[in-house]
């Protein structure tokens, strides 16, 4: 399973001079019938060889073969359990990254100067955009932050606050970071209507003439700051709402529960959670329990050491959202193991009557 934070720190992992990063999705899923006898390996080898992406130069090409043979011997010892590879290689520090995911993704690679990351974010999409007002005396500048990257939206014309507007409407854009002299920002926050006040997370000081790496430097601390202040809101909402209404549940047991019954909407857990527990090999409900048998289907269990990974993966393919979050944002949760949810649907009581 991605988190946001990976992808982030993957987008910001390359050094950037040369093309060097090769990204590839590859269909590695056992029930389709082109991959029986491994013909993942040939789409891989049409992938980079017969088709692959554009390169210049000889130093070009030879960065480019080492990258596509490292991807290929690593994909030749593979043994695939779910629908795709996404893999990254760059060959400027060889820094190698893969995933094994369980979203169909069209099969492709990719090669440039960063990961092409398109393919995953787009299939996580549980992403804030956010966008940057960088305002002067007679005019403005539109940025959109993707992932850690930064790009220059446009020149807008005519008035700040309707080209404002057709931004976050064109480019779906979550939340706002008001940019310029102070005193400019606060005006500007006092005229834009009611909808653009509540997706405002945050003022800094810049000049006009900032270039999008200054503007990027000085808005990521007031994205970082938004983003724990919504963690710390959601676990203090799951710990409320799994005491005072059945919509939510905290602790591994009770999670587990939920989870085996399909029934969990959002999984809340603290990063890195490590967990040993129960599988049926039948059905694959998980326990974090000691028993013999699985109180689904009767079958004998099996012991897990990775059970919070199994946990998550479950999760995941049930189509739950994951939010794991950083464990100075989970702390309230400790007490309950570090781990709970929001339901589907209220739960019932599981409990024998008295
Ligand atoms: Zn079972």
């Known amino acids: 399973m991605i988190t946001k934070r990976e992808l982030r720190n993957l987008a910001g992992s390359a050094d950037e001079s040369n093309n060097s990063v090769l990204t590839v999705y590859l269909s590695v899923d056992p029930a389709k019938v082109s991959n029986t006898n491994r013909g993942f390996e040939s789409t891989l080898h049409r992938l980079l060889l017969a088709s692959h992406p554009p390169v210049h130069g000889v130093a070009e090409a030879r960065r480019f073969v080492e990258a596509a043979e490292y991807i290929?011997?690593?994909?030749?010892?593979?043994?695939?359990?779910?629908r795709t590879l996404a893999l990254v290689y760059d060959q400027?520090?060889?820094?190698?990254?893969?995933?094994?995911?369980?979203?169909?993704?069209?099969?492709?690679?990719h090669w440039g100067l960063r990961p092409y990351l398109k393919p995953l974010t787009e299939a996580i999409g549980a992403?804030?955009?956010?966008?940057?007002?960088?305002?002067?005396?007679?005019?403005?500048?539109?940025?959109?932050?993707?992932?850690?990257?930064?790009?220059?939206?446009?020149?807008p014309a005519g008035d700040t606050v309707p080209s404002?507007?057709?931004?976050?409407?064109n480019e779906h854009i979550d939340r706002?970071?008001?940019?310029g002299p102070n005193v400019l920002t606060a005006k500007l926050l006092r005229a834009v209507p009611k909808r653009l006040k509540r997706i405002t997370i945050g003022r800094?000081?810049?000049?006009?003439?900032?270039?999008?790496?200054?503007?990027?430097?000085?808005?990521?601390p007031v994205i970082e700051a938004f983003e724990h202040e919504q963690e710390a809101k959601l676990v203090d909402d799951l710990i409320?709402?799994?005491?005072g209404t059945s919509r939510a549940v905290t602790g591994l047991g009770r999670t587990l529960e939920f989870l085996n019954e399909g029934s969990v909407a959002n999984l809340v857990y603290t990063e890195g959670l490590q967990a040993a527990g129960y599988e049926c090999p039948q059905c694959a409900a998980l326990f974090s329990h000691d028993r013999e048998r699985c109180s689904y289907c009767g079958s004998p269990l099996i012991v897990v050491n990775n059970l919070s990974e199994r946990m998550i993966e479950r999760a995941a393919d049930s189509g739950a959202r994951i939010h794991p979050l950083p464990s100075q944002d989970a702390m309230p949760?400790?007490?309950?193991?570090?781990?709970?949810?929001?339901?589907?649907?209220?739960r019932v009581s599981h409990r024998a009557p008295l």
Do not use: H, T
């Open 176 to 179: 706002l970071i008001l940019a």
């Open 72 to 82: 290929q011997k690593f994909v030749s010892g593979f043994q695939p359990q779910r």
């Open 333 to 346: 949760l400790s007490a309950a193991g570090g781990v709970g949810a929001f339901l589907k649907i209220a």
């Open 204 to 220: 800094v000081e810049l000049p006009l003439e900032a270039g999008p790496e200054s503007v990027l430097k000085a808005v990521s």
């Open 127 to 155: 992403f804030d955009q956010y966008a940057v007002v960088l305002i002067g005396d007679s005019r403005a500048r539109l940025f959109k932050l993707v992932l850690g990257e930064i790009k220059e939206y446009l020149k």
């Open 92 to 109: 400027a520090d060889r820094f190698f990254w893969v995933r094994e995911l369980n979203v169909r993704l069209q099969d492709s690679a």
């Open 240 to 243: 409320s709402a799994a005491s």
């Open 164 to 169: 404002i507007e057709r931004m976050i409407l």
